[in-house]
Every structure is written in C-alpha cells, then in structure tokens.
C-alpha cells in the first residue's frame, strides 16, 4: 500500500496530546477525521513522538497508509482544508516507501522549551510560554546543562508512568541562551524518556533562580531519584521542533 509521510505544525493547547483517547480530542484523532475525510478511509496514523497535552509542535513528523496513490501535493492541499478550524496544519507532504516508519526510522528529535521572564503576563503567547516573572541566569543554567551531555541513567527526569525499557539516554545537545525577555532551552536526542525535557527545565530553573549549583543539577541526576527532580515545568513552553531520518 502506498505509504505517505507528513510534517504537521500544532499549537497544543486544545488538545488532549497526541494519542487519541477515549473521551477527549487528541492530535491524532483530528488528523485521522482529515484523512477520511479526505480520502474515504479510516487509517492509524503513526508520529515521530507522543507529545502530550499542551505540547506544541513545529515539525513534527507522521505516515500513514491509503489503498490507492495520491499526489502528496493534493493530499497537503486536502489535509489543511479538512483540518480547519482545527489548530493543525500539514506543512510538508510526500510518498515514502514501505520501509520508512515515523517513530522507528528517526534518528533524532529537537525540541525547544521558551520560558518568558518579563513581569507582565503574557497575552499573546499566552499557553506558548512558562511564565517566570523574574530575571534567570541563562549563563549559570547553560553550564548547568552541558553537565549532563551524553549517555546516563536520566532516572531523575522521568516520569513515573515512563513505559520505556530502560532510563539511559543519550542527550546529544543540551543548552540555554537568554533572548530579550526570553530563556530558550534546546535539547537533541535520539529519543527521550516520558517528561525528561520538561523534567530537565524545571530542575535548570531552580539553577537559574540562584537556588541550585550548577553542581547540584549534576547531582540530581547522579542521584537516579525522581524524588531529586525539581519541579516539572508546565507544558505550555515546549515545543517538537524537528525529526531527523
């Protein structure tokens, strides 16, 4: 059957993630109506990543299968008619061969996690941003981060419901740099643990506020404890930026 993948920006917020689930819409279930819509058929759809509720998405990555060939032009041009009002598009649209898997054949996933620290609230990136109405040291957090470049145990920054077989990772880049009234987060890795990026900001926070080290971040996660995590932060910051193949 032809195979066919696409790139999908979302804004994450009136989503439940993107697993469908039973009694709330999910990213998946809106683009799964699309495609039957589109096409006559009702197909699963497989991403790159299972972001969660209020997780945003600028390039994430999915494929699906239909009985007969389309254009991917056509298939692009349908998809964002269908999807509307939905906060989904498909940006990008192309056939694949059998062998490509959305989740499977990614070699790796970029995420970036934006933390607003002005004092006035935000509006306009209201549900896009953490907001921390104070300074932060992006110097102290940036250091902080590179500590923990590589393959570890991530055991500190994983959820407690994390399915995944074993807790090592490796994080290939890990840093922070401060934009005007803006902390930026960048993280790469083949694959992350459930909650490891939002567990790995909320405990750099706590670097940047001035109450942790830098050390003390390394510690955390030297500790294999998820009782030595900082406070989680919030889903409305992060964002799946790209999947590489």
Same mark, same amino acid.
């Given at each position: 059957m032809p195979r066919y993948k696409l790139t999908l920006e979302y804004?994450?917020?009136?989503?439940?993630?993107?697993?469908?689930?039973?009694?709330?819409?999910?990213?998946?279930?809106?683009?799964?109506?699309?495609?039957?819509a589109m096409s006559g058929e009702a197909v699963t759809t497989q991403a790159a990543g299972r972001t969660d509720a209020g997780v945003h998405a600028l390039g994430q990555v999915v494929h699906f299968e239909l009985s007969k060939e389309w254009d991917p032009f056509r298939i692009r041009e349908a998809l964002n008619y269908h999807l509307r009002p939905q906060l989904v598009? =498909?940006?990008?649209?192309?056939?694949?061969?059998?062998? @490509?898997? &959305?989740?499977?054949? /990614?070699?790796? $996933?970029?995420?970036?996690?934006?933390i607003l620290t002005r004092r006035a609230p935000p509006v306009i990136e209201r549900n896009h941003v953490w907001h921390v109405p104070k300074k932060l040291d992006a110097d102290a957090m940036d250091y902080a981060a590179s500590l923990i470049l590589g393959r570890h145990d991530f055991t500190t920054f994983r959820s407690s419901e994390c399915q995944a077989n074993s807790p090592e990772r490796t994080l290939d880049a890990f840093a922070v740099r401060a934009e005007p009234e803006h902390i930026i987060v960048t993280a790469s890795a083949r694959s992350f643990l459930h909650h490891q990026v939002r567990s790995m900001v909320?405990?750099?926070?706590? =670097?940047?506020?001035?109450?942790?080290?830098?050390?003390? @971040?390394? &510690?955390?996660?030297? /500790?294999?404890? $998820?009782?030595?995590?900082?406070?989680?932060?919030?889903?409305?910051?992060?964002?799946?930026?790209?999947?590489?193949?």
């Open positions: 804004d994450g917020t009136p989503f439940c993630g993107w697993q469908r689930q039973a009694d709330r819409l999910s990213v998946q279930e809106a683009l799964e109506i699309a495609i039957e598009a =498909v940006t990008a649209a192309e056939a694949v061969g059998e062998e @490509f898997e &959305a989740r499977f054949s /990614a070699v790796a $996933r970029h995420y970036e996690y934006r909320g405990s750099l926070k706590l =670097v940047g506020e001035g109450k942790w080290k830098p050390r003390d @971040f390394r &510690a955390a996660l030297d /500790a294999r404890d $998820r009782r030595r995590c900082g406070p989680m932060a919030p889903s409305t910051g992060l964002y799946l930026t790209q999947v590489d193949y």
